[in-house]
């Protein structure tokens, strides 16, 4: 029994020593990819962006980013347009990846590190939605594409629900975000940060989900409500 005692702290040990190195490795990396995007992306991209006023003074929360997803660098687009003190009260930020990017073990590598996990559930990992909880639940942010994927086109695609399963399952605060590719220029906009609460928390995971999303496309440049 000793024994067994000794082997559980000492595993809690080393499993608490990593999460703090994997924060911190996060918190670094996203830290210089925010100063090269801000620089570099802003210049390449010829982004503009629109703030709420909320986003410019954020506060220590339980936050959930939402967005549209049309390119594979929208996630460091989107948070180069932050202020710094904004971005960095939701470090470190972690974001939903379809698993299919975790094949290969150097992709593993350079997605972990950037604060990527997997989207859909895989025994024994941190991973799909209560993963996300999991990550939450110790002070990380997550960005989550509801699309479930890059939608270059614009088209009307079936929605995921993992948005909705975390805010039925917690009280995030919501952030919307909307990013748009035209005319040789990128278009960023944040929107009002919301909660949904009491009835408004409908079972219906779709409906939720919906709603949610409804705020992003409000806050585009294409007004389009699903």
């Not at 347009?81 to 930020?93: A, Q, V």
């Not at 002070?139 to 909705?164: D, M, T, V």
């Not at 995030?172 to 009491?198: A, E, H």
């Amino acid at each position: 029994i000793i024994l067994d005692i000794v082997i559980d702290n000492f595993l809690y040990y080393v499993k608490t020593k990593r999460e703090i190195l994997e924060v911190f490795i996060i918190k670094s990396v996203l830290l210089i990819t925010y100063i090269f995007a801000s620089i570099i992306f802003r210049f390449c991209f010829k982004i503009e962006s629109r703030l709420h006023k909320e986003v410019l003074s954020l506060k220590p929360d339980r936050y959930l980013i939402v967005a549209n997803h049309r390119s594979a660098v929208d996630p460091y687009l989107i948070l180069a347009t932050l202020p710094f003190n904004s971005f960095n009260f939701l470090l470190p930020i972690r974001f939903f990846t379809a698993n299919i990017y975790f094949k290969r073990w150097w992709q593993r590598v350079f997605l972990m590190a950037f604060g990527s996990f997997r989207a859909y559930s895989v025994a024994g990992e941190i991973s799909g939605v209560k993963g996300g909880l999991y990550l939450s639940d110790r002070g990380q942010s997550l960005l989550i594409f509801p699309e479930g994927k890059r939608n270059r086109h614009k088209s009307k695609l079936e929605l995921k629900i993992g948005a909705a399963y975390l805010i039925q399952r917690r009280d995030f605060t919501i952030l919307p975000v909307s990013i748009s590719y035209m005319d040789n220029r990128t278009q960023v906009n944040w929107g009002k940060r919301f909660r949904i609460n009491g009835s408004l928390r409908t079972k219906d995971l779709n409906k939720l989900t919906k709603m949610i999303f409804n705020r992003v496309l409000q806050i585009s440049d294409r007004d389009e409500i699903i």
